[in-house]
């Protein structure tokens, strides 16, 4: 009988034993968690609002999607709740935007500095073309029309952002980042040679 015990004793540890390692070998711990930010998109959208000149006054207000509890950085410093980062002298900057599940992305906004002997001019023909073309193309519904910076329907502020309008609807004409945005058509070489002639002459209001 105590060897029969002894067997039938070993049978059942030996039972338990396989059925431990079994469940041991389900449970693994060795399975790579998925990536939350797999098919993730994180889109930034910048709006910046122009420095007076001299000062430290400019602003860039950061909204995004995909995702939700989004924090922002600046320029890689700390993130915080706010997309809207101020005092801010003109330059370029750059905005990380990262949802709860940490997956980010950025954009780049430049903050431009004000044309100060902009108020009161009277506006030249070459200016004047170039706001025609913008006012036709550019500050359209929801678009720098005044629902959107910079606001192409005031004077000073074409004038504000000479640079970038030439980057954007000459220089960057045919690409992803052109103005008016694609899917939109490029402007026309007669167009963008009104822009050329007015950024030759000193883009200045009055020429």
């Not at 994180?42 to 430290?56: C, E, P, R």
């Not at 108020?119 to 678009?143: E, M, R």
């Amino acid at each position: 009988m105590k060897k029969n015990q002894l067997f039938y004793t070993g049978i059942i540890l030996l039972f338990f034993s396989a059925a431990i390692f079994n469940a041991c070998s389900k449970g693994g711990g060795t399975t790579t968690p998925a990536d939350p930010c797999t098919g993730v998109k994180v889109v930034v959208s910048l709006n910046s609002t122009a420095a007076d000149a001299g000062l430290s006054n400019g602003s860039i207000a950061a909204t995004a999607t995909g995702g939700s509890g989004f924090t922002f950085s600046l320029n890689n410093g700390t993130f915080q709740a706010s997309g809207t980062f101020n005092n801010l002298a003109a330059g370029k900057y750059t905005i990380t935007a990262k949802n709860i599940n940490g997956c980010t992305a950025s954009a780049s906004s430049t903050v431009v500095a004000k044309v100060a002997t902009c108020a009161g001019q009277t506006p030249g023909p070459l200016f004047t073309a170039v706001k025609a073309i913008l006012t036709t193309n550019c500050a359209v519904t929801d678009c720098h029309n005044g629902a959107q910076s910079p606001n192409y329907t005031v004077d000073c502020t074409i004038v504000d952002y000479a640079d970038l309008i030439k980057l954007r609807a000459v220089d960057q004409a045919g690409t992803a980042d052109q103005m008016p945005q694609p899917p939109r058509p490029a402007l026309m070489q007669a167009d963008r040679d009104k822009i050329n002639a007015w950024i030759t002459a000193g883009k200045h209001i009055t020429d």
